[in-house]
């Protein structure tokens, strides 16, 4: 299963990769490091889940209003209703868009119905 949060900010500039990245560490309980690849990414993880944020705005939508990408990959087994769980503390904050993607297909989306992508 291939399961990510595509997120936006609703209000004011696009943070820095950085600063986005120690935001989501905030509410995931742990810190996302600076990759060495050759792609600016961030990443970190625990004992269920490790995940990957990369920023990729773009002209079309979904991609203009959500230009960070959260991949998720699971320890072991499949763990969507923490990614759900997850999901629902990011809309609680109120300062993202944020859409749910499941196996490429949208899930869950705060701003645009799911129907529309």
Same mark, same amino acid.
């Given at each position: 299963?291939?399961?990510?949060?595509?997120?936006?900010?609703?209000?004011?500039p696009?943070?820095?990769?950085?600063?986005?990245?120690?935001?989501?560490?905030?509410?995931?309980?742990?810190? /996302? *490091?600076?990759?060495?690849? @050759?792609?600016?990414?961030?990443?970190?993880?625990? %004992? #269920?889940?490790?995940?990957?944020?990369?920023?990729?705005?773009?002209?079309?939508?979904?991609f203009?209003?959500?230009?960070?990408? /959260? *991949?998720?990959?699971?320890? @072991?087994?499949?763990?969507?209703?923490?990614?759900? %769980? #997850?999901?629902?503390?990011?809309?609680?904050?109120?300062?993202?868009?944020?859409?749910?993607?499941?196996?490429?297909?949208?899930?869950?989306?705060?701003?645009?119905?799911?129907?529309?992508?």
């Open positions: 299963m291939e399961v990510e949060l595509m997120l936006g900010v609703l209000d004011g696009a943070p820095r990769l950085d600063e986005m990245a120690r935001q989501l560490g905030q509410v995931l309980g742990f810190d /996302l *490091e600076r990759e060495g690849s @050759g792609e600016e990414m961030y990443s970190g993880g625990d %004992s #269920l889940w490790r995940v990957w944020i990369t920023f990729d705005p773009a002209d079309l939508e979904p203009k209003t959500h230009s960070y990408t /959260l *991949e998720i990959g699971f320890l @072991g087994h499949s763990a969507l209703d923490q990614v759900e %769980s #997850l999901y629902e503390r990011l809309a609680a904050i109120g300062r993202y868009r944020i859409m749910l993607i499941v196996d490429h297909g949208c899930r869950r989306s705060t701003h645009t119905p799911c129907e529309d992508y």
